[in-house]
């Protein structure tokens, strides 16, 4: 049991620190809400990077995850077909995948070319990696981002709400949705092609499937 303590500790160390050798560095906003995430669950972190692990460790912690996914004992990662997740016990994470020939920065914006009656628009923040758009009705908000796909990360409360997967026009999409409620507040995320979409509000699953596939470029 140690041995497995020690193992699955090294394969924390090399999910999330970065090797000396690597060329990537992740966006300062991706690095502010990891470090917030790590600090509430494992205490404050050191952003020291450590040491490449040899290859010999390297190949034992891969044999020993795959010995174990295959006992059923490892859960909460998963891959989607369009996106990465980590599950904990109070929060999911959420990451883009294959982003490899999407754009690096907004070369376009979507927008919603309708809005649902009594919803206007309140504020709308573009930057160089997303835009956040909000919408009031009341009391009542929405909101419609788009992301670039490398630089996508979101955070789910997974004690009060679940997931499901599906497809809108054969890319993959999930609705997250508060469980026990007497609203419809969720959110759809959308692997778009270039981008990341996702509409959020007190709407069915079906109205925000709706809202997503009726976007255009501005």
């Given at each position: 049991m140690d041995m497995l303590k020690e193992v699955l500790s090294e394969v924390w160390l090399q999910e999330y620190t970065i090797p000396e050798e690597t060329a990537h560095e992740f966006s300062s906003r991706?690095?502010?809400?990891?470090?917030?995430?790590?600090?509430?669950?494992?205490?404050?972190?050191?952003h020291?990077?450590?040491?490449?692990?040899?290859?010999?460790?390297?190949?034992?912690?891969?044999?020993?995850?795959?010995?174990?996914?295959?006992?059923?004992?490892?859960a909460g990662a998963a891959v989607y077909n369009s996106f990465s997740h980590k599950d904990y016990s109070d929060h999911t994470e959420l990451f883009a995948v294959n982003?490899?020939?999407?754009?690096?920065?907004?070369?376009?914006?979507?927008?919603?070319?309708?809005?649902?009656?009594?919803y206007i628009l309140s504020e709308q923040i573009i930057s160089v990696k997303s835009v956040y758009t909000t919408y009031f009705k009341n009391n009542r908000g929405m909101t419609f981002e788009q992301y670039v796909k490398e630089d996508y990360y979101k955070y789910f409360d997974n004690e009060r709400s679940a997931s499901e997967e599906f497809e809108i026009d054969n890319h993959t999409a999930i609705y997250w949705y508060v469980k026990n409620s007497k609203s419809n507040f969720g959110s759809v995320v959308w692997d778009h092609g270039d981008y990341i979409l996702e509409v959020g509000g007190d709407f069915t699953k079906d109205e925000l499937v709706e809202l997503l596939k009726s976007v255009k470029k501005s």
């Open positions: 991706h690095c502010e809400k990891m470090q917030k995430i790590f600090s509430r669950k494992f205490g404050r972190m050191s020291k990077r450590n040491k490449k692990l040899s290859v010999r460790k390297r190949v034992l912690i891969a044999c020993v995850m795959i010995f174990l996914a295959s006992c059923g004992i490892v982003a490899e020939n999407c754009p690096k920065t907004i070369e376009y914006v979507y927008y919603l070319p309708e809005i649902p009656e009594g």
